[in-house]
């Protein structure tokens, strides 16, 4: 788990002083150190150059523990560059690693851009979680995926309130069936889309919720709009 390895890099330190030195609160590196809450990008980045620490191994526990244990190319005899984070396509982040890609998908709020059917997604975008690259690859377009917090009880059992949803907004054409983030107006639902004669219909899971029916003949983008296909589900337990 990352909070124990971040735990491990702490070592004797206090709290409180390795939280100042890395721009945090004490109480925020204790979530993070407990499981209780995933570190941000600016914090990885931080502790991985103060104190030499490889990405793949924060993040994922894989190679060497720090980037000068990283070995010699046989090739060569020249050392691997050490990962670096560097901007990538959208408005994504990537790490390079050596035998890995780890891309940081923003999170955002469940809030659309005026008139453009998508996520509002900034440069000041203050919290990024890593996927393996390959991993979002196999599930659609890396670079135009957001990570979207659940809120409500609509789409129960499957889908909880507080759910973290991952969402390709390159999959904007609905297929029966499937999880789609649809906006109406400034909001932003999590349905099940199914398309029937003259008319798209937005259901839920929970079935206190009573189905939403849509008028497919006019265009879409005046009311409804198909955001993109949610594509993978993560919980916190407590």
């Known amino acids: 788990?990352?909070?124990?390895?971040?735990?491990?890099?702490?070592?004797?330190?206090?709290?409180?002083?390795?939280?100042?030195?890395?721009?945090v609160h004490a109480q925020t590196l204790a979530r993070?150190?407990?499981?209780?809450?995933?570190p941000d990008s600016t914090f990885l980045e931080n502790i991985s150059k103060r104190f030499g620490i490889a990405p793949a191994w924060l993040l994922l526990g894989e190679g060497?523990?720090?980037?000068?244990?990283?070995?010699?190319?046989?090739?060569?005899?020249?050392?691997?560059?050490?990962p670096v984070l560097t901007p990538a396509t959208g408005e994504s982040h990537v790490i390079e690693c050596t035998d890995c890609q780890i891309m940081l998908v923003p999170m955002v709020e469940a809030r659309l851009s005026a008139g453009t059917g998508s996520f509002e997604?900034?440069?000041?975008?203050?919290?990024?979680?890593?996927?393996?690259?390959d991993f979002l690859m196999r599930k659609g377009q890396p670079s135009s995926m957001v990570l979207m917090r659940v809120t409500g009880d609509s789409m129960e059992?499957?889908?909880?309130?507080?759910?973290?949803?991952?969402?390709?907004?390159?999959?904007?054409?609905p297929r029966p069936g499937l999880l789609y983030a649809v906006g109406v107006e400034?909001?932003?639902?999590?349905?099940?889309?199914?398309?029937?004669?003259?008319?798209?219909?937005?259901?839920?899971?929970?079935?206190?919720?009573p189905p939403i029916e849509?008028?497919?003949?006019?265009?879409?983008?005046?009311g409804i709009r198909i955001i993109g296909r949610a594509v993978w589900v993560g919980r916190e337990l407590n």
Do not use: C, W
């Open 214 to 222: 849509v008028d497919a003949r006019g265009d879409l983008s005046n």
């Open 121 to 133: 997604v900034g440069e000041d975008v203050e919290r990024r979680y890593a996927f393996r690259t």
């Open 32 to 38: 993070y150190e407990k499981g209780e809450r995933l």
């Open 64 to 82: 060497p523990k720090h980037s000068a244990e990283r070995p010699e190319s046989l090739n060569t005899g020249t050392p691997f560059a050490p």
């Open 1 to 23: 788990m990352i909070g124990r390895r971040i735990e491990e890099i702490r070592g004797k330190v206090s709290r409180e002083s390795f939280a100042a030195e890395l721009g």
């Open 186 to 209: 400034d909001l932003v639902y999590l349905k099940s889309v199914n398309a029937e004669p003259g008319k798209l219909v937005l259901s839920s899971y929970n079935p206190d919720y």
């Open 157 to 173: 059992p499957d889908i909880k309130h507080n759910d973290v949803v991952l969402i390709d907004q390159s999959q904007r054409v």
